[in-house]
C-alpha cells in the first residue's frame, strides 16, 4: 500500500511515516517510481508505534524495543534482553515519577481553584 493509505488507515500523517523510516521504526520497498510500498503489516505497526509514543517512550528507546516485541506466533522474540527490560522498568518508573508530580500539581491546583471560588462568592453582589 501506498503512503497516503497508511496515513488514513492509521489516523497518522504521511509525515510521521516517513520520520518512523528515518528512524529505523517502519520500513518500506519502493515501487520502480520511488514510491514508498508498506506491507499490510505496517498498519499494526503504526498503531504498536503510536502506542509506545503514547507510553512516554522516546523513539530512539521504540527503535531498540521493535525488534524485541513477541514474534507473529506470540512468543517471546529471540533477541529481547534482561537489559532490555531494565531499560523498559526504568522508563516505567520514570512515568510513575511523573504521573506523581502530575497528580501533586493538580491537587495545588484544586486547592488555588476552591479558594478563588470561595473568594469570588463573597465578593459577588
Request: aromatic content about 4%; proline content about 4%.
Amino acid at each position: 500500500m501506498r503512503i497516503g493509505e497508511l496515513a488514513a488507515r492509521t489516523g497518522v500523517s504521511e509525515r510521521s511515516l516517513r520520520y518512523y523510516e528515518k528512524q529505523g521504526l517502519l520500513g518500506s520497498d519502493r515501487t520502480p517510481g520511488g514510491h514508498r510500498d508498506y506491507l499490510e503489516q505496517a498498519v499494526d505497526r503504526v498503531v504498536l508505534i503510536q502506542s509506545l509514543f503514547a507510553a512516554g517512550l522516546h523513539s530512539r528507546k521504540i527503535a531498540q524495543l521493535l525488534p524485541c516485541m513477541r514474534d507473529a506466533d506470540g512468543g517471546p522474540n529471540e533477541i529481547a534482553t534482561p537489559r532490555l527490560v531494565e531499560d523498559l522498568t526504568a522508563e516505567r518508573e520514570r512515568l510513575d515519577v511523573m504521573i506523581a508530580d502530575l497528580l501533586r500539581s493538580r491537587g495545588v491546583l484544586d486547592e488555588v481553584i476552591e479558594v478563588a471560588a470561595e473568594r469570588a462568592q463573597l465578593t459577588s453582589p
